[in-house]
C-alpha cells in the first residue's frame, strides 16, 4: 500500500477534523522560544524566554521541541495556516542558531548532552553504560524526538533549513560512532533512544546515502532483534514504547534493501502485541510495561493502564508494515486504535492523555498547556494531527478507501480526485464522489473491514454495482466519469471481545467503536493536570469490583440498541444484578469515571454466585491497601523511578516470578512524598535470587533494618515505622558484605490506619 501523501488529503467536516482543530488551539497556545529554550542554553546562548517546567526542566529538556516541529509539519499543510508554519520555521532557526554556536553538528537540549555523548570516543564500555544510569534519563530518545521533528518537515514540507539542521548532526555522530566499538555501542542502546534506526532509514531512503543506512542497521538492538528473529517473545516485562519504536525501525530498515527476513521480525512482533499483548481498545501495556502473556489480572486492577504513546508507535509500525506488504488486519487494527485510543486521549476542550486505565470505574487524567509536558502530550499533538495518513492510498493500480473518514482527495499525478462524506460510524451510508478532468478506466479498492459482512447495497450513481472480491476489499474498474458516485453502508452489529489471557472479563464494541459505560464524576483527583512530576497519573480513589454488574460469558445478544434511539448507543443485559446498563462509545466519555471491560459468568445461580465471590476476594486487602497508600514506586519500572528521583550504583533489574524488581552490589534510593505529612510506614515488597542476600535499610539516613533474605524464597512484604515527619522521606537500599542485595519490587509510604 503506497499511501498518498498528507497534502493531498483534507479531513472534511467530522470529528476527526473537529479533533484536529482543538490540537491545533492547543499547540499554538504554546510558546516556541520557551520550547526551544534548553537548546540554546546547552549552546551557551541567552535564551529568548525561560524553558517550561515538568518534564522540560527534569532531564528530558527540550523534548517537546521536536514534537512541536512534527505537530507544526503536519498542522502546516492545509492552506490558510501561515502562523503555524512561521512557528516551526522559526523553531527550525533557533535549532540552527544553537548548533552554529556548538560548532560540530551537535544540537539538543539535553542536560551536559555534548559531554556526554563526546565521552563516548574514548570511554568505551563505561561511558555506554553512562546512557543508561541515573546520571540520565534517556538522552538518545530525547534527540530522536528532535531529528524526528527536523525530519518531518523535510518529509511533508520539503524544508531545507531542517534538513540542512538534521543532516549536519548526522554527519557529527557517523564521525564519533565511528571510534565506538560494537559492544559499547550495543550497551548503549539498553536505554531508551526512541526508534533512531527508523530516523536514519528515512534519511538515508531521502538521500540514498549509504553511511545513513549503515547507521540505521547499526542502531538495530540485537537484545530485541534476535529473539525476534528465533520467534521467540522475550517482550514480558520491558518498558513497552522502548521496544515498540525499534521495531517501527526495523520496518523502515528493511525497506532500504528489500530484507524480507528483517521484515518479517517486525510482523512477528507486530502479531505478538496486537493478538496477544493489547486490549480492545488497540492499547497495550501495564504502567508502561509489558505483562506476562497468561496474566492480564494487573491490566484490570492497575490505574496505570495502556499508554498513549505505545499506540502512536505502534500505529507507525503498522504503517511500515502495510507499505511493505499489505494486509487486511493492519488496517483493522488501525482503525480501532485510531477511534478507540487516539481519538480518545484528547479531551474535546484540548488535553492529552498519558494513561487510559482498564480498570472498570476509574478515569482518564488531561495534561494543561503551561504545566504538562509528558510524552503522551508531544505524541498526542502529532496524533491528533495526522488522521488524514491512512484514509486514501494505491494499492496494485487501485486507488484505495481504507478508512471511513470526511475527507478529500486530490491526486493529480493519477489525474483524479475523490470526496468521501460520511457520518460512520453514527451512520452507517458512505458516499464517494470522483472528480475527473476527463473520463478515465481505473480501479477503486473499498475497504472490507474484518469485523464486517461486507459491503451493503453498493451502488454506482444509485445503480447497483458488480465488485471483484479480494482480501480485505472490494475492487471496482470501470470507466469513470467526472462527478460518478459510489455509495455503500458498512453494517455495525455488537461484537464481544475477551481480554487476551481468556479470563472472566470482556468487552463490547460496535464495529471498530468500543463501548464503555459513565461511571460518575466523583472524586477525580487531578482530573485536569498541574506541573507535578506523576500529574499524569488518575490518582482518585478506586472502586471496588464487588459492585459491577456481572454479564453472561461471550453473549453479544445481550447487546441491543437503546430503546431512546441515540447512534450507537446500547443496552447490556446484566445478570447480576438484573438489569440493564447504558453502553456508548468509549471516545465520547470525558470528565467521568468509564468502564470498558466487565466481569463474566456461565448463565446459572452456582456460576454467577462464584464469580460475586471472586470479585469480592479482590476487593479485600487491595482496595484497604490502596486507601493507606500515600506514595508508592515501583522498582525497575522506568517512569516510576524516574518520577521518585532514583539513583542506583551497581545496580540491575531482573524478572523474578513474573514480577520486575532492582537489587544492587552497591547502594540505590528513592524518594517518596509526602505533602501532607501522613506517612508513618514504609512497606518494602522483597523477591529472593539463587543466592543469599544481604540489605541495611536507610530511612531519611537513619538505618531501621539490616535484612538477610535466604535463596529462593517466596516473595515477602515487610513494613518499616518512619523515624520522622516531613514532606518527602528518602529510602535507600545498600549491599552488605560481598553479595547482592535481595530484589526489591514495590515500595509504598502508608498512612495510619
Not at 488551539?25 to 510558546?31: E, G
Request: with cysteine.
Amino acid at each position: 500500500m503506497r499511501f498518498f501523501h498528507p497534502g493531498q488529503v483534507t479531513l472534511l467536516d467530522g470529528m476527526f477534523r473537529d479533533a484536529e482543530q482543538v490540537d491545533l488551539d492547543y499547540v499554538m497556545t504554546l510558546d516556541p522560544d520557551r520550547l526551544v529554550a534548553p537548546y540554546l542554553r546547552e549552546a551557551g546562548l541567552p535564551p529568548r524566554a525561560d524553558s517550561y517546567g515538568n518534564w522540560e526542566s527534569s532531564g528530558l529538556d527540550g523534548h517537546t521541541a521536536g514534537h512541536y516541529l512534527s505537530a507544526t509539519a503536519w498542522l502546516a499543510l492545509p492552506a490558510g495556516r501561515a502562523e503555524v508554519r512561521h512557528r516551526l520555521d522559526h523553531v527550525v532557526a533557533e535549532l540552527s542558531r544553537a548548533q552554529d554556536a556548538i560548532g560540530t553538528g551537535y544540537v539538543g537540549g539535553v542536560p551536559g548532552g555534548f559531554a556526554l555523548f563526546e565521552s563516548l570516543r574514548a570511554g568505551g564500555t563505561e561511558a555506554a553504560v553512562r546512557f543508561g544510569s541515573s546520571e540520565h534519563w534517556v538522552p538518545w530518545y530525547n534527540l530522536h524526538k528532535m531529528l524526528s521533528g527536523l525530519w518531518d518537515a523535510v518529509d511533508l514540507l520539503g524544508h531545507d533549513h531542517a534538513r540542512a539542521v538534521a543532516l549536519r548532526f548526522a554527519q557529527w555522530w557517523l564521525e564519533l560512532a565511528a571510534e565506538i566499538d560494537a559492544d559499547p555501542f550495543e550497551n548503549m542502546l539498553a536505554t531508551e533512544y526512541g526508534g533512531m534506526n527508523d530516523l536514519f532509514a528515512r534519511m538515508a531512503t531521502d538521500t540514498g546515502r549509504a553511511d545513513l543506512a549503515a547507521m540505521a542497521h547499526r542502531f538495530s538492538h540485537r537484545a530485541i532483534l534476535v529473539p525476534l528473529q528465533e520467534r521467540r517473545d522475550a517482550l514480558t516485562g520491558l518498558h513497552a514504547n522502548t521496544q515498540i519504536p525499534k521495531v517501527v525501525g526495523y520496518a523502515t530498515t528493511a525497506a532500504l534493501d528489500g530484507d524480507s527476513a528483517l521484515l518479517g521480525d517486525a510482523d512477528y512482533f507486530w502479531h505478538q502485541v496486537v493478538e496477544r499483548r493489547s486490549v480492545v481498545i488497540g492499547g497495550n501495556s501495564v504502567r508502561e510495561h509489558f505483562h506476562v502473556l497468561d496474566d492480564f489480572t494487573a491490566m484490570i486492577e492497575d490505574r496505570e493502564g495502556p499508554e498513549t504513546c505505545n499506540t502512536y508507535n505502534m500505529l507507525k509500525l503498522t504503517k511500515a508494515l502495510a507499505e511493505a506488504q499489505l494486509s487486511s488486519e493492519y488496517l483493522d487494527y488501525a482503525e480501532r486504535a485510531l477511534y478507540s485510543h487516539q481519538l480518545a486521549a484528547q479531551h474535546p476542550d484540548g488535553g492529552f492523555v498519558y494513561f487510559t486505565p482498564m480498570r472498570p470505574r476509574h478515569y482518564r487524567v488531561y495534561s494543561q498547556p503551561e504545566s504538562s509536558f509528558w510524552c503522551c502530550v508531544g505524541t498526542g499533538m502529532e496524533s491528533q494531527a495526522k488522521y488524514g495518513e491512512l484514509i486514501f492510498g494505491e494499492q496494485d493500480g487501485a486507488l484505495a478507501v481504507n478508512l471511513f473518514i470526511s475527507a478529500a482527495l486530490d491526486a493529480p499525478q493519477l489525474g483524479t480526485g475523490l470526496r468521501m462524506e460520511t457520518g460512520f460510524p453514527a451512520d452507517e451510508g458512505v458516499s464517494i464522489v470522483v472528480a475527473l478532468d476527463r473520463p478515465k478506466r481505473f480501479s477503486l479498492r473499498l475497504r472490507v473491514p474484518g469485523w464486517s459482512g461486507g459491503l451493503v447495497d453498493l451502488a454506482v450513481n444509485g445503480r447497483s454495482a458488480d465488485a471483484r472480491h479480494v482480501d480485505g476489499a472490494v475492487i471496482l474498474e470501470r470507466d469513470w466519469f467526472a462527478e460518478d458516485v459510489v455509495t455503500f453502508r458498512v453494517p455495525l452489529e455488537p461484537r464481544v471481545e475477551r481480554l487476551p489471557d481468556g479470563s472472566p472479563w470482556q468487552a463490547y464494541s460496535v464495529g471498530p467503536i468500543v463501548l464503555a459505560a459513565r461511571e460518575g464524576g466523583e472524586d477525580l483527583i487531578g482530573l485536569h493536570a498541574d506541573g507535578s512530576r506523576m500529574g499524569h497519573i488518575a490518582a482518585g480513589r478506586l472502586r471496588g469490583f464487588s459492585e459491577l454488574p456481572i454479564v453472561v460469558t461471550d453473549a453479544a445478544g445481550a447487546v441491543v440498541p437503546d430503546p431512546a434511539g441515540m447512534p450507537l448507543h446500547f443496552l447490556l443485559t446484566a445478570r447480576d444484578p438484573a438489569g440493564d446498563v447504558s453502553l456508548e462509545p468509549f471516545f465520547g466519555i470525558h470528565d467521568e469515571r468509564y468502564t470498558i471491560y466487565w466481569p463474566t459468568a456461565a448463565d446459572d445461580a452456582d456460576a454467577i454466585a462464584a464469580r460475586r465471590d471472586a470479585l469480592v476476594t479482590m476487593d479485600r486487602g487491595s482496595l484497604a491497601l490502596d486507601r493507606l497508600t500515600v506514595d508508592a514506586v515501583a522498582f525497575g519500572e522506568q517512569q516510576p523511578e524516574s518520577d521518585h528521583e532514583f539513583r542506583g550504583i551497581a545496580s540491575r533489574v531482573q524478572m523474578r516470578g513474573g514480577r520486575r524488581a532492582r537489587s544492587t552490589r552497591g547502594a540505590m534510593s528513592v524518594i517518596l512524598s509526602d505533602p501532607g505529612c501522613e506517612g508513618a510506614s514504609i512497606r518494602v515488597g522483597f523477591v529472593s535470587g539463587d543466592e543469599t542476600t544481604r540489605v541495611a535499610i536507610d530511612i531519611d539516613g537513619v538505618t531501621v533494618a539490616e535484612e538477610v533474605v535466604e535463596r529462593r524464597t517466596a516473595a515477602f512484604d515487610l513494613v518499616y515505622p518512619l523515624v520522622s515527619t516531613g514532606p518527602q522521606h528518602k529510602i535507600e537500599f545498600r549491599a552488605t558484605g560481598a553479595c547482592s542485595t535481595p530484589g526489591i519490587t514495590m515500595i509504598r509510604l502508608l498512612r495510619w490506619t
